[in-house]
Nanobody, 128 residues
């Protein structure tokens, strides 16, 4: 079982920045492939970015990669994954979810999109 707790959401103006955090806890000493999704009102949950256990490999959804406004990173020693949101736009308003794969023994550089565990979500609202 992996528990994920997100934080860092809030209300910002267009052009502002936020850094979301996701703290993972599970098997002692384990790290997991993790990622971020978001879900806007009335829309499906959207994949944003994923990062390997080592932090050396990242993968972004094409739309996110092309805009180059979001950056995923991790502090493996603390088992925390971050999502830095820059130059925010009103259309970025959504609940942002942390995601983790259960395989703590995955290759350290393996990226997983859509793992087994979800956090409770953190609201990001961008005003125009």
């Amino acid at each position: 079982q992996v528990q994920l707790v997100e934080s860092g959401g809030g209300l910002v103006q267009t052009g502002g920045s936020l850094r979301l955090s996701c703290a993972a806890s599970g098997r002692t000493g384990s790290t997991y492939p993790m990622g971020w999704f978001r879900q806007a009102p009335g829309k499906e949950r959207q994949f944003l970015a994923a990062i390997s256990r080592s932090g050396a490999k990242t993968y972004y959804a094409d739309a996110i990669h092309n805009q180059a406004r979001f950056i995923i990173s991790r502090d493996s020693a603390k088992n925390v994954v971050y999502l830095e949101l820059n130059r925010l736009k009103p259309e970025d308003t959504a609940v942002y979810y942390c995601n983790a794969d259960a395989n703590a023994d995955a290759d350290p550089d393996e990226v997983v999109v859509g793992g087994d565990y979800w956090g409770q979500g953190t609201q990001v609202s961008v005003s125009s």
